[in-house]
């Protein structure tokens, strides 16, 4: 059974940064695609940044790139999402979710996400504010 469980979440000043880790278990890390996602209130669920299991490859939004980096531990089964030069737009409930055949682009991409994808966690809250 597939399990994911966001941490890392918290208040920072505009600027700051944080590090938010997905721990996964249930699956082998290194078969499937994990993509963070984030969701404002009153808005849809969106792709952040998505990974490879297979060979690294990442797909970033455009509104975060240069900004957010990801990676992964398949050893600890773990996805992290380092986040520098915080701004108030990225405050969210951010989620990381899993699927063993959509490519990094295609899950970063995906409209619905929460229609195609079945495995979530139940997310951190991230707030960016002076």
């Known amino acids: 059974q597939v399990q994911l469980v966001e941490s890392g979440g918290g208040l920072v000043q505009p600027g700051g940064s944080l590090r938010l880790s997905c721990a996964t278990s249930?699956?082998?890390?290194?078969?499937?695609?994990i993509g963070w996602f984030r969701q404002a209130p009153g808005k849809e669920r969106e792709g952040v940044s998505c990974?490879?299991?297979?060979?690294?490859?990442?797909s970033y939004a455009d509104s975060v790139k240069g900004r957010f980096t990801i990676s992964r531990d398949n050893a600890e089964n773990t996805v992290y999402l380092q986040m520098n030069s915080l701004k108030p737009e990225d405050t969210a409930v951010y989620y990381c979710t899993a699927d063993p055949i959509t490519t990094v682009q295609a899950m970063c991409s995906m409209p619905s996400p929460l229609v195609h994808f079945r495995s979530w966690g139940r997310g951190t809250q991230v707030t960016v504010s002076s």
């Open positions: 249930g699956f082998t890390l290194d078969y499937y695609t």
């Open positions: 990974i490879s299991g297979v060979d690294g490859s990442t």
